[in-house]
């Protein structure tokens, strides 16, 4: 079974940064690693992904600001977040899509920003 472990949020003020780590457990070998968010009342939505190849891929809102990366041996994939703003307050998710198309998702964190 494989899980993923969420770690790195909290509160922050506006402007300031921070960075989410997931690792997984257990020796799998990935497709795709992402972050995803959901804030109160809307529906969770991509943040970033990055591919086995290393190709990213970010939503619009946060382009510039965020930047995701993996550690392979690690088993790791990261989120640094920069100039965070309220509108980045949300539970952040990690999600894995392995070679066999499953998908795995971590239990969340919550990032909140005061202004």
């Known amino acids: 079974q494989v899980q993923l472990v969420e770690s790195g949020g909290g509160l922050v003020q506006a402007g300031e940064s921070l960075r989410l780590s997931c690792a997984a457990s257990?020796?799998?070998?990935?497709?795709?690693r992402g972050w995803y968010r959901q804030a109160p009342g809307k529906q969770r939505e991509l943040v970033a992904t990055i591919t086995r190849g290393g190709a990213t891929n970010y939503a619009d809102s946060v382009k510039g600001r965020f930047t995701i990366s993996r550690d392979n041996a690690k088993n790791t994939v990261n989120l640094q977040m920069n100039s965070l703003g309220p509108e980045d307050t949300a539970v952040y998710y990690c999600?894995?899509?392995?070679?066999?198309?499953?998908?795995?998702w971590g239990q969340g964190t919550q990032v909140t920003v005061s202004s």
């Open positions: 999600k894995i899509l392995t070679i066999t198309g499953v998908s795995y």
């Open positions: 257990g020796s799998i070998s990935t497709i795709n």
